[in-house]
């Protein structure tokens, strides 16, 4: 932080933490951006975290974007909920995959 960087990317901060560990990062990650205007970039798996610290979101399922947004559009997106349920979700299908449908005759 010497540097005083204008965006960091953080990939997996709060991997292997505990639950005290991952609050320290949290408010240590809020604090970058609420007090030194740092612009953060930061894939994370654990949700809950996700949910708390971040002001927009962008979602991918197998390198593809589903959703983007502010949390509680994002947590309410369907492609986001098939991801996470493991639904199928069309819109995801590539059609050179998808199965063949028998026309009607």
Do not use: Q
Not at 8 to 31: C, H, S, T
Not at 35 to 46: A, K, L, Q, R, S
């Amino acid at each position: 932080m010497a540097l005083e960087p204008k965006l960091i990317l953080l990939d997996e901060p709060m991997a292997g933490m505990n639950f005290e560990e991952k609050e320290d990062m949290a408010r240590y990650i809020v604090d970058l951006n609420e007090e030194f205007g740092m612009t953060v970039v930061m894939i994370e798996h654990d949700m809950g975290v996700v949910m708390d610290i971040s002001h927009r979101l962008t979602v991918l399922d197998f390198g593809r974007k589903i959703a983007e947004g502010d949390p509680a559009m994002v947590l309410a997106d369907p492609h986001v909920k098939r991801a996470y349920l493991g639904e199928e979700d069309e819109a995801l299908v590539d059609p050179d995959d998808a199965p063949l449908r028998e026309s009607a005759a």
